[in-house]
């Protein structure tokens, strides 16, 4: 009889109180030397959890200099080419930071713009997200349309997408993003108007642009609108913020609002300036409207040319920590909420100034340590599907800590060995039976190492 995933966890977690040198069997599932494997802390398992999707970035080339998309499968070992970019360049277009669709056999990844060159390469400015079905590399949709000359076009963006992430029912996208006007504007004025901030797209309608002799602009399927607003100088003190990154949807179906209903939100890490005009990172949240296409209190949706876009009518942006004014201010790492939607876990400083795992509601309230090691933890969670576990690395170990309130010490246990290295890239399958990650491993007798895949797998009768 097939043990269900929380009594494995039950079992792991208890096993950690009487000895924590049972670690769990590694199994490497990409040995290709010659080039890395990178999971890019992404939503990278396929919906029937057989396989992983990756790029094959270098460390000196990037995502621009990457012309391939692949996945692999981890029972058999098994790797197929995704899409590939046959006369790709050092200096792009490049594709990278693969994700899957949670559903659906398709994957989403990075892709720089189709016109690089030398002279105009990739930049985070010059990209866009693309979907492509798995089969049919040759047909790669386009998710975001791309509008750089003006009168611009709502819906569509100005800029470049990065970190493509599904929301669990396939309907939405998350993205970091880069403005090119705005780069424009900090190139004419000297001012930083180059800032990070973060948009979502839906499948309202496909939008289409005015083509451009340069082949700047895009026609993409999916509606899209930046919901996060930047500054270049925030008030001391305030709430503005000039940085938005390190995002994740918050919940498979958002959070539970006080009168009982369901709300669209992504979390976010915000730089602030403190009392005394220095930067502190903190997490935010920001809640998104079913519409995308109504404009906002704050101004078009496809902005100007010395504005931003500015987020549709009914988005809120919400701080949910104030750490700058303690003794060891600033929040880190990539946030992620519980699938349930009622917490959000980030990176912080303890009293000790030892950086631990913490959490807090999306509604707001007391944060509350979740992990109490002697060093800090060294990467954000990944929650388990049934949200009453985390992974993590600490210690140059993967970590699996139960989220609850008894003593800590009997919470969490090692999942494998220290290494002079740590891991990296945690995935954490939909199913919860298996994690992944990211090793650095240098082929025999060879100094050069490359990003291979390993998993361990909680259901021992897999």
Known sequence: ??????????????????????????????????????????????????????????????????????RVNIETGETQVVFNIPDNHNYGPGVGAASYHPLENKVIFIHGLSNCTEKNPYMFWRRTGVIVNVGQPDSPIYMDSRDVTFPYTPGALRGGTHRHEFRRDGKWIGFTYNDAIMKKLEDSTGVKWNMRTIGVANQQHPVAVDKDSAGENVNGTWYSAVVVRVTPNPKPGSDEINNAAADSWVGTSGYKKPDGTMQVARAFIGSVRDKNGKPVDELFIVDIPDSLNVP?????????????????????????????????????????????????????????????????????????????????????ARWSPDSKSIIYIWDNN?????????????????????????????????????????????????????????????????
């Not at 704050?298 to 920590?321: A, D, W």
Request: glycine letters at 8%; a positive charge.
């Open 1 to 70: 009889m097939k043990l269900s995933h929380q009594l494995l966890i039950g079992i792991f977690l208890l096993s950690s109180c009487t000895s924590n040198k049972k670690y769990m069997k590694e199994i490497q599932v990409t040995n290709d030397t010659t080039k890395n494997h990178d999971l890019d802390n992404n939503d990278n398992f396929s919906p029937d959890g057989k396989w992983l999707v990756y790029d094959t970035r270098t460390n000196a080339g990037g995502i621009g200099g990457n012309s391939s998309i692949e």
């Open 296 to 380: 906002g209190q704050y101004g078009p949706l496809e902005g100007t040319p010395e504005s931003f876009p500015m987020p549709p009518k009914g988005t809120v942006q919400r701080r949910l920590t104030y750490t700058a004014n303690s003794k060891y201010p600033g929040c880190v790492g990539v946030v992620r909420s519980s699938p349930d939607g009622t917490q959000i876990s980030y990176l912080a400083k303890d009293k000790n100034g030892i950086q631990q795992i913490f959490s807090i509601p999306p509604s707001g309230g007391e944060p509350v340590q979740i992990t109490y090691h002697d060093s800090n933890v060294q990467s954000g």
């Open 398 to 462: 993967i970590v699996m800590c139960e989220v609850s309130d008894i003593p800590f010490e009997k919470r969490f246990k090692r999942l494998t060995p220290k290494t002079s290295e740590a891991p990296s890239n945690l995935v954490w399958s939909d199913d919860g039976a298996t994690i992944a990650y990211n090793r650095s491993v240098s082929a025999k007798g060879e100094k050069d190492q490359k990003q291979q895949i390993f998993v361990i797998r909680l259901d021992t009768k897999k």
